[in-house]
């Protein structure tokens, strides 16, 4: 099974897709955890995406494209995977086209805007395991500390108010309308996000046609 998650930033892709991950046992591929080991690692590559990242703006399609390329081509991608975060513009789309992926699903959670600051702003990733945490809607057992790992939890640099602001702003732009490309081909599945953890992973079974 292929699955494609895409919504706001904060939108909780994350959480469900390690969730969907971790039901369906296949592999979850973010391409923002791709990217930020690239920069914590310091490769070219990680240095490259470094700037746009601390903007709040995309990285450059070619760049994002050729990462997904290759690690779609792994072994453990043969039964299928979760795809959160890519594609995130339409070239993206029509490249993953090309590569001869066609989806069986696209999910898009649906959050507004104006519950995005306050997840985001209150999101917490693992350092070294990248499992993703909220302080109020999804706390770690232990304050500060993975769950999953034991590794230490830190706020991600983009989640500063002012570059929230210009993610949101990205994704109307750029990302959305990936809905109506998608809704075309009839694979588009729509999730309402909610508050609670629980409520979002029960709409999105859902939306996928399991009942939970
Ligand atoms: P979020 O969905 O909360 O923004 P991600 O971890 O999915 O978090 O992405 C973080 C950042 O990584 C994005 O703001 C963007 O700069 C970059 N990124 C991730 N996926 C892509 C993509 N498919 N194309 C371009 N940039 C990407
Ligand atoms: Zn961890």
């Known amino acids: 099974m292929k699955i494609i998650i895409m919504g706001p930033p904060g939108g909780g892709k994350g959480t469900q897709a390690e969730y969907l991950r971790d039901t369906l046992l296949i592999p979850h591929i973010s391409t923002g955890a791709i990217i930020r080991k690239a920069i914590s690692e310091k490769t070219p590559l990680g240095l490259k995406a470094e700037e746009y990242i601390a903007e709040g703006h995309l990285v450059p399609d070619d760049i994002v494209i050729a990462m997904v390329k290759e690690r779609l081509g792994e072994e453990d991608c043969r039964k299928g995977y979760i795809l959160d975060g890519f594609p995130r513009t339409i070239p993206q789309a029509e490249a993953l086209d090309e590569m001869g992926v066609t989806p069986d699903c696209v999910l898009c959670i649906d959050v507004e805007d104006e519950s995005i600051v306050e997840r985001l702003s209150g999101r917490r990733e693992c350092k070294d395991c990248a499992a993703s945490y ?48 998608y809704r075309a081909k009839g694979l588009l599945r729509m999730a309402k996000g909610c508050e609670e953890l629980e409520d979002t992973t029960r709409n999105v079974m859902r939306a996928l046609g399991v009942e939970k």
Do not use: A, M
């Open 134 to 181: 909220h302080v109020k809607y999804n706390p770690p057992q232990k304050e500060g500390v993975c769950d999953k790992c034991g590794g230490e939890l830190i706020l991600r640099s983009d989640d500063v108010p002012e570059t929230i602001r210009e993610r949101l702003k990205v994704y109307h732009e750029q990302t959305e309308p990936l809905e109506e490309f």
